[in-house]
Structures are given as C-alpha cells and as structure tokens.
C-alpha cells in the first residue's frame, strides 16, 4: 500500500509529545488509523481497535481489562494505540489511571472521529496529561510532497496525486478518495455521507427533521467557498432559516 506523508508525523512521533497520551481527531477517512501504523514500529506496539464488536463489548463491560492486558505484555511493546476511543469513552478514565501509576510505562496513542461524543458524554479527555492533535483532509502542501517547500515544477514522490482545481471542488481531499476515478469517488462520498446521516446525526439526535437536514447538507455542498446566506438558502429549500442556523 502507497503511504504519503503527512504534515503532523514528525511532531506525532517526536520527542515533544513523549511521555504525554497522544489524542488525534478527525473525520472519518481523513487516514488517522494509516498514519499511525506508518510512523509507530509494529514491533513494540499493540492496537485496540474499537471497531470491533468483540472487543469493544469487551471493553464496555469492563474497561479495567485494559491495564490487565497491558500490564501482562512481554517485551518492549510499550505504545498503545486504540482507534475510535469514543466508542467506550469509559476506557479514558482507565488510560488516566495507567499513565498515572507509571507516566513513562506506556506511550498512548488515541484516535477519535467524534470529539463531540466525547463532549456530549462528559468523557475525561485528560487535561494535563494529553497532546492533541487534528488531522483534517489532505492539504496542498501535502499533495506537493513537502520535503521543504516545493516549486511549482518540482514532483515529489511522497506527494498525492496531483489533480486540477475542478476536481478538488468536485471530490474534496479525503485521501482515500484521491486516487479514485470520478464515478468511484462519487460513489465513495455518497456511501460516505449516507454513513455520516445515520451514524452522526439520526442516531445522537442531533437533529430533529431529518429531512430538512438533508435538504441543507446538498444546498451547504454548492457554497463551499463562498460566504453563506442563510435566508437565501432557506428561500431555496424552504426550511426556516432559524431552522438552518441551528
């Protein structure tokens, strides 16, 4: 698989977040699992991904089985990386309880694609003790391959494919969307919004009128990059523009 580096791995596995628990958000596909098992040797880490029904049961019923595991592993595996930590945010206290018995034992590093869960949840997102860290879609610098900052001629084999400017407004900069063809990718983003309507919206009721939502979500999509008009768009799709705002 082709890796393309990232504007936040250096500092990510540095020395500036060492001995700190390490929490990245982003959206979904915005490549925060990826990233992580680029820049962390396999060797001496274990993941916990809360993906997995099994597991994350497992962890829901008793999140103190965390430091049960981690207490047992031989060698030197001592980074821990757990994918999606809002699914069990329970597990956050435990983490606390580990890094604070022995804040040199364990490396964390925590991936999470909702930060308002964690909010809504009142989660302990570790003050004090945790850098964090936000990976957003792919930027320019990071389709030009950054080793310093690139002319326009240059190419650089750690870059993401190069595409014009219709398509960066048309397909956005998620990186798995990058490489796709245009009929791919739009089917991608479609399965991708259909997954964030239900997962994100319906089921944290974070909106009453599902209907009116999606009304906006298609009309928001044309004014990327412009400054938007509320009461035009609630002209446009009917729905109240108090309605829009909230």
């Known amino acids: 698989m082709i890796y393309y580096k990232r504007t936040i791995e250096n500092t990510l596995a ?142 650089s084999p750690d870059g993401f494919p190069d595409r014009n400017l219709e398509n960066r407004l048309t397909f956005g900069n998620l990186p798995g969307v990058l490489g796709e063809s245009p009929e791919r990718a739009a089917a991608t983003l479609e399965a991708y919004v259909e997954n964030y309507l239900e997962e994100e919206i319906r089921r944290e009721a974070q909106v009453r009128d599902m209907g009116a939502f999606g009304i906006f979500l298609r009309l928001a999509a044309g004014e990327s990059g412009k400054q938007t008009n509320l009461v035009r768009l609630s002209q446009e799709s009917g729905v109240p523009a108090a309605t829009l705002r909230n």
């Open 14 to 155: 540095g020395e500036r977040s060492e001995n700190k628990v390490r929490l990245i958000f982003g959206a979904r596909q915005t490549g925060k699992s990826t990233l992580l098992l680029h820049v962390l040797p396999g060797e001496k880490s274990v993941l916990y991904n809360l993906q997995d029904s099994k597991l994350r049961r497992q962890f829901e019923m008793d999140p103190a089985s965390l430091g049960k595991e981690l207490r047992a592993l031989e060698g030197d595996k001592t980074r821990v990386v757990i994918d999606e930590i809002q699914k069990v945010p329970a597990l956050l206290d435990e983490i606390q309880f580990l890094y604070d018995t022995d804040p040199n034992r364990w490396q964390f590093f925590l991936t999470g694609s909702s930060a308002r869960r964690l909010r809504t949840h009142s989660a302990n997102l570790l003050p004090g003790r945790c850098h964090v860290y936000h990976l957003y879609p792919v930027t320019r610098l990071e389709e030009a391959g950054f080793d310093g900052l690139l002319e326009k001629s240059e190419v």
